[in-house]
Nanobody, 121 residues
Framework: QVQLVESGGGLVQPGGSLRLSCAASGSIFRAYDMGWYRQAPGKQRELVAAIASRGRTNYADSVKGRFTISRDNAKNTVYLQMNSLKPEDTAVYYC???????????????WGQGTQVTVSS
């Protein structure tokens, strides 16, 4: 029903920038949040940034002031603008769509396949 296609990952030098995109295909009839998670080798998956259906955002402390999440509901797309990248940002970044739970129905998550971000000189 819903598929997520990520793009924008790559290799960048410290201090550089990347912009990740995630486009959701298929019909989404319920309210949904969108977000980006990342997982580095040997580490836990962590939330990087999230944006709610009405536009409220939150960020991991490690990326505040450097990353910006946004969404375009007309395109069913979420973006992550990453500036001032650091080597510790190196990870596989996963797009997430969270269908918000209601009293009548469970919430549900869809995941992208991941895109590699490598920050290295």
């Amino acid at each position: 029903q819903v598929q997520l296609v990520e793009s924008g990952g790559g290799l960048v030098q410290p201090g550089g920038s990347l912009r990740l995109s995630c486009a959701a295909s298929g019909s989404i009839f319920r309210a949904y949040d969108m977000g980006w998670y990342r997982q580095a080798p040997g580490k836990q998956r962590e939330l990087v940034a999230a944006i709610a259906s009405r536009g409220r955002t939150n960020y991991a402390d490690s990326v505040k002031g450097r990353f910006t999440i946004s969404r375009d509901n007309a395109k069913n797309t979420v973006y992550l603008q990453m500036n001032s990248l650091k080597p510790e940002d190196t990870a596989v970044y996963y797009c997430n769509v969270h269908i918000i739970a209601t009293l009548e129905q469970r919430g549900y998550d869809y995941w992208g396949q991941g895109t590699q971000v490598t920050v290295s000189s």
